[in-house]
């Protein structure tokens, strides 16, 4: 069965950096798209930035700051957070979108939180 764990969560200071990574296994890793969702309380899950098999897309409020990669022969996808500000803090989750059938589904994590204080 799928499965998605995110591990590099912390507290870090306003302005320090953090890479996440997320191992997956129980699918053909290498051919699906993959993203980073995260989830600030109160506030609703956003996308952050997701990596096909060629391209990457970011969310414009990490532009610049965060860089998302993939190491197919680890299945595992990468989030390295820079400049990291206060307004970054929230869960952080790891995502597939899977096409079964006529429909897609999708995978997550189990989340790991990340907290940006002085």
């Known amino acids: 069965q799928v499965q998605l764990v995110e591990s590099g969560g912390g507290l870090v200071q306003p302005g320090g950096s953090l890479r996440l990574s997320c191992a997956a296994s129980g699918f053909t890793f290498s051919i699906y798209t993959m993203n980073w969702y995260r989830q600030a309380p109160g506030k609703q899950r956003e996308l952050v930035a997701g990596i096909s098999r060629s391209a990457t897309t970011y969310a414009d409020s990490v532009k610049g700051r965060f860089t998302i990669s993939r190491d197919n022969a680890k299945n595992t996808v990468y989030l390295q957070m820079n400049s990291l500000k206060p307004e970054d803090t929230a869960i952080y989750y790891c995502?597939?979108?899977?096409?079964?059938?006529?429909?897609?589904?999708?995978?997550w994590g189990q989340g790991t939180q990340v907290t940006v204080s002085s």
């Open positions: 995502n597939v979108p899977r096409v079964e059938g006529v429909s897609v589904r999708y995978y």
